[in-house]
């Protein structure tokens, strides 16, 4: 399915990096609001304070979406999935229709997304779904693609506002058999149901004190949530990001450094929305904004650089260049990235945001040891906490 060579770790760093990505692994499925996210937050905490840092657990609430049977039954058949989570729901006793394509008058539609790739910021909100969104049919059928043939669940960026006919995840290992039902107009009935229920997810923040309170600040991010286990989405992040902590705890540097890693990131990203709302003037009050994306220390695959302004960008380029890494790309300036540090970029932050490539994004097979290079990641590791230190030193 994957042709990834997996690197033991070797020396002391990658050592701590393998061993937090399994831990984190280890956990189960990270989405936002479980027990396991609340569990996972503890866990984070904890790895905060063996280093000397205090971490806070910051809550914000929400409606957590808990997936009831969701299936679609035709040409006696049914195939299992899961509800797209920020669109409308079925009901358990679902709805019937024929099958059909996008546009035409079937009840319910069939689509298929395009396998996803973070080299392209914004691409997702061009697809089939967001046209689905719009369509006047009853329920959707969306048929995940990505690098091979399986389930790539989708974020929910209108979490808080859901829209659209319900929408049911499958994976694309169905495709050729849904065709066929499409093509013969099949009566079908889809059930795509939920629950919501009021709940709690949390952000971990922690600040380590500057020698200068006069200097901006300095704000290291990362996500900590997401589908599935997903130890190079989110553990090669928040490898980086505790890495980046340990070197910064050990110094005495002279800004202020807040670090905060984020739940609600595949739900709209909801952390960081709650992390600003209770620091409005942050944003543009940092210094620099460091932000720790997907898949770093995926095996195979290029980075990419989104920075608000040249100076960041550079900046983030000799970091890679000092550990022999090269930046893959560099995105448009006036691009939004994707994720929290979206965000920043519509409230007019100074940002870096860094993400890898990877075949398995959203898939269940993001999974240590086999997802993730660590050798790969300590070079990330050592380029970005270096070079996070140069900046609160005031050096840069």
């Known amino acids: 399915m994957m042709n990834i060579v997996h ?20 956990q189960g499925n990270h989405r936002t609001g479980t027990a396991i996210d609340h569990d996972s937050a503890q866990w984070l905490v904890a790895c905060a304070r063996r280093l000397g840092v205090e971490a806070t657990l910051e809550p914000f609430a929400l409606d957590r979406i808990d997936p009831q049977p969701c299936y679609l039954r035709t040409a006696n058949r049914s195939i299992g999935g899961l509800p797209l989570f920020d669109a409308s729901f079925t009901g358990p006793d679902g709805i019937r229709g024929r099958l059909g394509a996008l546009g035409s008058d079937a009840e319910i539609a069939v689509i298929e997304t395009e396998p996803f790739t973070l080299m392209e910021p914004q691409k997702e909100q061009r697809d089939a779904v967001a046209a689905a969104r719009r369509s006047g049919h009853k329920a959707v059928v969306v048929l995940t693609r990505g690098k091979y043939p399986g389930l790539f669940l989708l974020n929910a960026p209108s979490f808080k506002a859901p ?78 990001w505790i890495e980046t902590m340990r070197l910064l705890a050990q110094a005495r540097p002279a800004r202020d450094c807040h670090l905060v890693a984020c739940s609600g990131h595949e739900l709209g990203f909801l952390g960081i929305d709650a992390y600003l709302d209770c620091r409005p003037d942050l944003v543009t009050r940092a210094y620099q904004w460091i932000h720790f994306g997907a898949n770093i220390g995926s095996p195979h695959h290029a980075n990419l650089i989104h920075a608000s302004d040249e100076r960041a960008e550079q900046w983030a380029v000799r970091a890679l260049q000092n550990e022999g890494l090269a930046a893959g790309a560099t995105a448009e300036r006036d691009s939004a990235p994707r994720g929290e540090a979206g965000t920043l970029h519509r409230r007019g932050g100074r940002y870096v945001a860094l993400v890898c490539d990877t075949d398995v994004f959203h898939h269940a097979a993001d999974r240590w040891p086999d997802a993730v290079d660590v050798a790969l990641l300590a070079r990330y590791a050592r380029a970005f906490a270096a070079g996070a230190l140069q900046l609160a030193s005031g050096d840069a």
């Open 163 to 240: 829209c659209g006919p319900p929408m049911l995840q499958v994976s694309s290992a169905e495709a050729e058999w849904l065709k066929e039902q499409v093509a013969a107009r099949a009566e079908a009935t889809i059930v795509v149901d939920g629950l919501r229920t009021p709940a709690q997810a949390f952000n971990v923040t922690a600040t380590i004190a500057g020698s200068d309170a006069g200097l901006p600040p300095l704000v290291i991010m990362t996500p900590r949530s997401g589908w599935w286990q997903c130890a190079s989405e989110r553990g090669g992040s928040l490898a980086c």
């Open 7 to 26: 690197h033991a770790p070797s020396g002391a760093l990658e050592q701590r990096l393998g061993a937090l990505i399994e831990a984190y692994d280890s």
